[in-house]
């Protein structure tokens, strides 16, 4: 079993930045790739950016690109998720998730969830 907290949500206003991390317990999580997801109410939970076990690449939601960077801590089991010039279209539920599939952009693939943290962006 692995165990996820995310912590780092809040209300910022657009253009603020935020850093969501994911502290992972349980199994060795360095052999899990690792993904942050978000969802709004009434919506299917979208794929945000996922990043390797080892780092060495990371992949990310046409929608982010270029103000979200993710990345791992694996001496500290801990990912994270920098998030900048946010925008009111961020506002969601973010949730890390740990796989061993290849499907990174499938929510359905990976196998441990996180509880979640909000983000909501002001206009």
């Known amino acids: 079993q692995v165990q996820l907290v995310e912590s780092g949500g809040g209300l910022v206003q657009a253009g603020d930045s935020l850093r969501l991390s994911c502290a992972a317990s349980g199994r060795t999580v360095s052999v899990y790739a690792m993904g942050w997801f978000r969802q709004t109410p009434g919506k299917e939970r979208d794929f945000v950016a996922a990043?390797?076990?080892?780092?060495?690449?990371?992949i990310y939601a046409d929608s982010v690109k270029g103000r979200f960077t993710i990345s791992r801590d694996n001496a500290k089991n801990t990912v994270y998720l920098q998030m900048n010039s946010l925008k009111p279209e961020d506002t969601a539920v973010y949730y890390c998730?740990?796989?061993?599939?290849?499907?990174?952009?499938?929510?359905?693939?990976?196998?441990?969830w996180g509880q979640g943290t909000q983000v909501t962006v002001s206009s």
């Open positions: 998730a740990a796989t061993r599939s290849t499907w990174y952009r499938r929510g359905s693939e990976y196998d441990y």
């Open positions: 990043i390797s076990w080892s780092g060495g690449w990371t």
